[in-house]
């Protein structure tokens, strides 16, 4: 049995969760059985996410639908579930699918302009014709503004399919294009009993940068008006309230309609009767027909109305940071509808249109039509860098890893999360923020670290421990790094439509500000697995904010950091001014690994998309040689010999294969992750080789390499964790610890000792403390006490070794200094001794070390 806990509010209209299990602890097939905290039966849905080797459960997830939340919850395998009182239902017929949730039923058609052809709540048809629109230019908005055609299409669904069926949650997937480009998926999650519906709309970028601009994107919907104009509502949120307006308003007028009139439709509740004075001069009041709350920045929105088009818009007094929340409808019902991380994610726009009609219009924008245009070329002309030659001259004064083309968008995508839900009357203000609240923070339910940590998934890491001084020091410097890149990602704004989620790779401390302007300092794309590092301090701690910035994270670097379309499809960018300008296009960046703990932990669908984009990893290797220009031989991609190397390159094939073995049962991922690994076994050098040689249609490395290569990032982008969980599941692959092992224990070994072993003493030795956690799993995995002695003394600081450079390990106190003055827009707090790579290398060497030999640092 599991016990379950909120990771921070409850969630009352459905929730989808993830719960790990040992290896052998739950059977193929089991079922499994939930109750409350007063040990009620609660309806649960579930399905298996992974397995074990043994074929035994390793992830399940989990759904219930919606109802009063319980403070905690009990999940018990073996047991049959309770059915739900009212469950979701899928039926088709005649290209129609019909979908209820027992509260409210959606239409949809199998193909057409649609998402949803209507939405009702009982006998009543709440919406109709729920779709997506697009604005596309062919030229950027000028500078000075000025009028600029625009092309207006909508979305058309090709292609649906039912992913779950219920009996308490129910997903349809709808994919098409934004008119003739700009293909979509979105995904409709339907639970028992729930009155809203969450979608999830993800795009990618096909267009050509210099010919297309995109001008507006959003998800519309009309909205049924039945109710008299004085008791129809409109609700809009702010940064804390709710703009509350009736499209035909009572309150202020010279004469008074009477207090329980004016309190009722402040509340928004039926009107009544009211005073004659006001009664018949009602068609002498203005009714208003079009709202828009439009949230430019991180920093403002502005607020407008107007009573018909042709007529001058009104302002209303405006706000910082809307919730990204609305209501359109009346006394009998409307559409709640929103955005989540609204102005997160700016520039972003809610819509109400025609609401003094009897069809009104509410429209989610994704990207404001008053915005500029959305403006992907390139940021600079090449300055003349045509050859191999000139870029790496390049890379040597701005670390930018340029190339002609290369700066490419074609084929990043972006998701956004929406929701649409049928009321039956206008809500409340309490309820209208609890509905806001629930869409910016979904409820999530998970299993305590100490449960997770019993399960063994995720390879090396450990409670927080504060035993000991110094155990403590590394714990609140582990706090202390997290809360800054909080801290930095609001006086920064790292928020926007390509931006949120992200982080900068290193500080300008001249400027006091990141190197957001600079060549490949800029923004960070997975540079030294931050993703990690971020998700392991989620598993120790269980912290819900923890958690919400490695979720943004995923988010963003699996979407718009990566490649889903065109030639590069399958790889990532490494970091530069913009998230897909670099040259190098590598599977490091893609990497399955950052992406399995949201997967597993949340069962989201769409993370399960981006890793099964990776379900044959290796032919990316196909497309671009990521040494092509520092190469000394003649070596071009040969599907019979790809050269693939065994540290970041072999560490992304291995997350991805394991990932689609332990997900899908893939034989053939199976086949290559074990083969691969008795290769790296076999190899006279083993990891020590750098580099081997792939043939694609066998899967198998030549083993007849023998040399020795070593790179700094060989082990900084997932491959110690990758290799930790492969060792632990105990796959009987002969010689792949050893040759680990050996890696680990040479990295940061003394010349000499290199050269005994290795035949050579091994150069390009660098990131001194990131590798400390290699020398400490292999003193861990032999019981080697003076080798552990030797992994912290990296860890914490070696004086006399010139290539411990991370400048964490040499700032005494960790603390932040106030700037003020001229030199900064405004006053903030900095660090200026922490870069992106710091923070990643302190972080994973941190939490790696304390599970692995922390008893040798208490001793210390």
Same mark, same amino acid.
């Given at each position: 049995?599991?016990?379950?806990?909120?990771? !921070?509010?409850?969630?009352?209209?459905?929730?989808?969760?993830?719960?790990?299990?040992p290896? *052998?602890?739950?059977?193929?097939?089991?079922?499994?059985?939930?109750?409350?905290?007063?040990?009620?039966?609660?309806?649960?849905?579930?399905?298996?996410?992974?397995?074990?080797?043994?074929?035994?459960?390793?992830?399940?997830?989990? #759904?219930?639908?919606?109802?009063?939340?319980?403070?905690?919850?009990?999940?018990?395998?073996?047991?049959?579930?309770?059915?739900?009182?009212?469950?979701?239902?899928?039926?088709?017929?005649?290209g129609?699918?019909?979908?209820?949730?027992?509260?409210?039923?959606?239409?949809?058609e199998?193909?057409?302009?649609?998402?949803?052809?209507?939405?009702?709540?009982g006998?009543?048809?709440?919406?109709?014709?729920?779709r997506?629109?697009?604005?596309?230019?062919?030229?950027?908005?000028?500078?000075?503004?000025?009028?600029?055609?625009?092309?207006?299409?909508?979305?058309?669904?090709?292609?649906?399919?039912?992913?779950?069926?219920?009996?308490?949650?129910?997903?349809?997937?709808?994919e098409?294009?934004?008119?003739?480009?700009?293909?979509?998926?979105?995904?409709?999650?339907?639970?028992?009993?729930?009155?809203?519906?969450?979608?999830?709309?993800?795009f990618?970028?096909?267009?050509?940068?210099?010919?297309?601009?995109?001008?507006?994107?959003?998800?519309?919907?009309?909205?049924?008006?039945?109710?008299?104009?004085?008791?129809?509502?409109?609700?809009?949120?702010?940064?804390?309230?709710?703009?509350?307006?009736?499209?035909?308003?009572?309150?202020?007028?010279?004469?008074?309609?009477?207090?329980?009139?004016?309190?009722?439709?402040?509340?928004?509740? +039926?009107?009544?009767?009211?005073d004659?004075?006001?009664?018949?001069?009602?068609?002498?009041?203005?009714?208003?027909?079009?709202?828009?709350?439009?949230?430019?920045?991180?920093?403002?929105?502005?607020?407008?109305?107007?009573?018909?088009?042709?007529?001058?818009?009104?302002?209303?007094?405006?706000?910082?940071?809307?919730?990204?929340?609305?209501?359109?409808?009346?006394?009998?019902?409307?559409?709640?509808?929103g955005?989540?991380?609204?102005?997160?994610?700016?520039?972003t726009?809610?819509?109400?249109?025609?609401?003094?009609?009897?069809?009104?219009?509410?429209?989610?924008?994704?990207?404001?039509?008053?915005?500029?245009?959305?403006?992907?070329?390139?940021?600079?002309d090449?300055?003349?860098?045509?050859?191999?030659?000139?870029?790496l001259?390049?890379?040597?004064?701005? &670390?930018?890893?340029?190339? +002609?083309?290369?700066?490419? +968008? &074609?084929?990043?995508?972006?998701?956004?999360? /929406?929701?649409?839900?049928?009321?039956?009357?206008?809500?409340?203000?309490?309820?209208?923020?609890?509905?806001?609240?629930?869409?910016?923070?979904?409820?999530?339910? #998970?299993?305590?670290?100490?449960?997770?940590?019993?399960?063994?998934?995720?390879?090396?890491?450990?409670?927080?421990?504060?035993?000991? +001084?110094?155990?403590?020091?590394?714990?609140?410097?582990?706090?202390?790094?997290?809360?800054?890149?909080?801290?930095?990602?609001?006086?920064?704004?790292?928020?926007?439509?390509?931006?949120?989620g992200?982080?900068?790779?290193?500080? !300008?401390?001249?400027?006091?500000?990141?190197?957001?302007?600079?060549?490949?300092?800029?923004?960070?794309?997975?540079?030294?697995?931050?993703?990690?590092?971020?998700?392991?301090?989620?598993?120790?701690?269980?912290r819900?904010?923890?958690?919400?910035?490695?979720?943004?994270?995923?988010?963003?670097?699996?979407?718009?950091?990566?490649?889903?379309?065109?030639?590069?499809?399958?790889?990532?960018?490494?970091?530069?001014?913009?998230?897909?300008?670099?040259?190098?296009?590598?599977?490091?960046?893609?990497?399955?690994?950052?992406?399995?703990?949201?997967?597993?932990?949340?069962?989201?669908?769409?993370?399960?998309?981006?890793?099964?984009?990776?379900?044959?990893?290796?032919?990316?290797?196909?497309?671009?040689?990521?040494?092509?220009k520092?190469?000394?031989?003649?070596?071009?991609?040969?599907?019979?010999a790809?050269?693939?190397?065994?540290?970041?390159?072999?560490g992304?094939?291995?997350?991805?294969?394991?990932?689609?073995?332990?997900?899908?049962?893939?034989?053939?991922a199976?086949?290559?992750?074990? *083969?691969?690994?008795?290769?790296i *076994?076999?190899?006279?050098?083993?990891?020590?080789?750098?580099?081997?040689?792939?043939?694609?249609?066998?899967?198998?490395?030549?083993?007849?390499?023998?040399?020795?290569?070593?790179?700094?990032?060989?082990?900084?982008?997932?491959?110690?964790?990758?290799?930790?969980?492969?060792?632990?599941?105990?796959?009987d692959?002969?010689?792949?610890?050893?040759?680990?092992?050996?890696?680990?224990?040479l &990295?940061?070994?003394?010349?000499?000792?290199?050269?005994?072993?290795?035949?050579?003493?091994?150069?390009g030795?660098?990131?001194?403390?990131?590798?400390?956690?290699?020398?400490?799993?292999?003193?861990?995995?032999?019981?080697? #006490?003076?080798?552990?002695?030797?992994?912290?003394?990296?860890?914490?600081?070696?004086? *006399?070794?010139?290539?411990?450079?991370?400048? /964490?390990?040499?700032?005494?106190?960790?603390?932040?200094?106030?700037?003020?003055?001229?030199?900064?827009?405004?006053?903030?707090?900095?660090?200026?001794?922490?870069?992106?790579?710091?923070?990643?290398?302190?972080?994973?060497?941190?939490?790696?070390?304390?599970a692995?030999?922390?008893?040798?640092? #208490?001793?210390?």
């Amino acid at each position: 049995m599991t016990a379950l806990r909120w990771l !921070d509010r409850p969630g009352e209209q459905g929730v989808t969760w993830g719960v790990p299990w040992p290896r *052998g602890a739950v059977e193929p097939g089991a079922p499994f059985a939930l109750t409350d905290a007063d040990g009620r039966e609660v309806p649960v849905q579930s399905w298996v996410t992974a397995t074990w080797p043994d074929g035994s459960i390793k992830w399940s997830a989990h #759904a219930i639908g919606a109802g009063p939340a319980s403070q905690d919850y009990r999940l018990e395998p073996g047991r049959e579930p309770a059915a739900p009182a009212t469950p979701v239902t899928v039926t088709r017929e005649g290209g129609v699918l019909t979908v209820g949730t027992g509260v409210v039923t959606w239409t949809i058609e199998e193909a057409g302009g649609t998402l949803a052809r209507s939405i009702s709540r009982g006998s009543r048809e709440i919406a109709k014709v729920v779709r997506l629109v697009s604005l596309r230019q062919s030229e950027p908005t000028p500078d000075e503004g000025g009028p600029v055609a625009r092309e207006q299409a909508t979305g058309v669904v090709e292609r649906v399919t039912v992913e779950q069926d219920g009996p308490v949650r129910a997903v349809v997937r709808l994919e098409g294009r934004h008119g003739d480009w700009l293909p979509f998926t979105v995904r409709l999650y339907f639970y028992a009993g729930a009155e809203d519906v969450r979608i999830m709309h993800t795009f990618v970028w096909d267009g050509d940068p210099e010919r297309h601009f995109l001008a507006g994107l959003g998800l519309r919907a009309d909205v049924v008006m039945h109710d008299e104009l004085h008791d129809r509502h409109i609700r809009l949120a702010g940064a804390e309230g709710f703009l509350t307006e009736a499209v035909r308003g009572l309150t202020g007028l010279r004469r008074d309609p009477g207090e329980s009139v004016r309190h009722a439709q402040v509340a928004g509740r +039926p009107c009544g009767e009211m005073d004659p004075e006001v009664a018949n001069r009602l068609h002498l009041i203005p009714a208003w027909n079009d709202y828009t709350l439009d949230q430019s920045s991180a920093d403002g929105f502005t607020l407008r109305k107007r009573t018909a088009e042709g007529h001058a818009w009104v302002t209303i007094p405006a706000g910082t940071r809307s919730a990204g929340y609305g209501y359109l409808g009346g006394v009998s019902g409307g559409l709640g509808f929103g955005l989540r991380d609204f102005w997160r994610l700016h520039p972003t726009r809610l819509d109400v249109r025609n609401a003094a009609t009897g069809l009104a219009t509410a429209t989610v924008w994704l990207w404001s039509p008053s915005a500029p245009a959305m403006d992907l070329r390139f940021y600079h002309d090449g300055m003349g860098q045509d050859t191999f030659a000139e870029q790496l001259e390049g890379l040597e004064i701005t &670390y930018e890893d340029y190339e +002609p083309g290369f700066g490419d +968008p &074609y084929g990043i995508a972006r998701t956004h999360e /929406l929701t649409l839900r049928a009321l039956d009357a206008t809500p409340p203000s309490e309820d209208l923020a609890a509905y806001a609240a629930a869409m910016n923070q979904p409820g999530l339910l #998970a299993a305590s670290p100490e449960r997770i940590k019993q399960a063994g998934v995720f390879g090396v890491w450990e409670l927080p421990d504060r035993s000991t +001084p110094a155990h403590a020091e590394i714990e609140d410097r582990l706090d202390f790094l997290f809360d800054l890149y909080v801290l930095e990602r609001e006086q920064r704004r790292w928020y926007g439509f390509w931006d949120y989620g992200d982080v900068m790779h290193t500080y !300008d401390d001249d400027r006091h500000t990141w190197r957001y302007d600079i060549g490949g300092y800029a923004w960070d794309n997975s540079e030294l697995s931050p993703d990690l590092w971020l998700w392991l301090q989620f598993l120790r701690t269980g912290r819900s904010d923890v958690f919400r910035f490695a979720e943004a994270m995923t988010r963003h670097t699996g979407e718009v950091d990566v490649y889903h379309l065109g030639r590069w499809k399958g790889l990532g960018s490494r970091h530069n001014v913009q998230h897909w300008g670099c040259s190098c296009k590598q599977l490091r960046i893609s990497n399955a690994a950052y992406r399995r703990f949201h997967y597993y932990l949340t069962a989201d669908e769409r993370t399960g998309d981006l890793m099964d984009e990776l379900s044959v990893p290796e032919e990316t290797f196909t497309v671009i040689d990521p040494l092509r220009k520092v190469r000394q031989d003649v070596y071009t991609p040969d599907p019979a010999a790809l050269s693939v190397g065994l540290g970041t390159d072999w560490g992304s094939l291995a997350a991805a294969w394991l990932t689609r073995w332990e997900r899908h049962g893939d034989e053939r991922a199976r086949d290559r992750l074990l *083969g691969t690994m008795a290769d790296i *076994g076999a190899l006279p050098q083993g990891f020590l080789t750098g580099e081997a040689r792939l043939n694609l249609e066998t899967g198998r490395f030549d083993t007849s390499t023998d040399r020795i290569s070593v790179s700094h990032l060989s082990s900084l982008f997932g491959l110690p964790e990758i290799c930790a969980e492969l060792i632990a599941l105990r796959l009987d692959v002969p010689g792949f610890e050893r040759a680990w092992l050996d890696y680990c224990r040479l &990295y940061l070994a003394t010349p000499e000792q290199q050269e005994a072993e290795a035949g050579q003493r091994l150069s390009g030795i660098s990131l001194i403390q990131a590798h400390s956690r290699l020398t400490a799993y292999a003193a861990a995995r032999i019981g080697d #006490a003076e080798l552990a002695a030797w992994a912290w003394r990296k860890f914490a600081l070696d004086e *006399g070794d010139q290539l411990n450079k991370n400048r /964490l390990q040499r700032q005494g106190k960790w603390e932040l200094m106030l700037v003020d003055g001229p030199e900064v827009l405004s006053p903030l707090r900095e660090a200026p001794f922490v870069s992106t790579n710091d923070a990643a290398q302190y972080g994973l060497a941190a939490i790696h070390n304390l599970a692995l030999i922390g008893e040798h640092l #208490a001793e210390r």
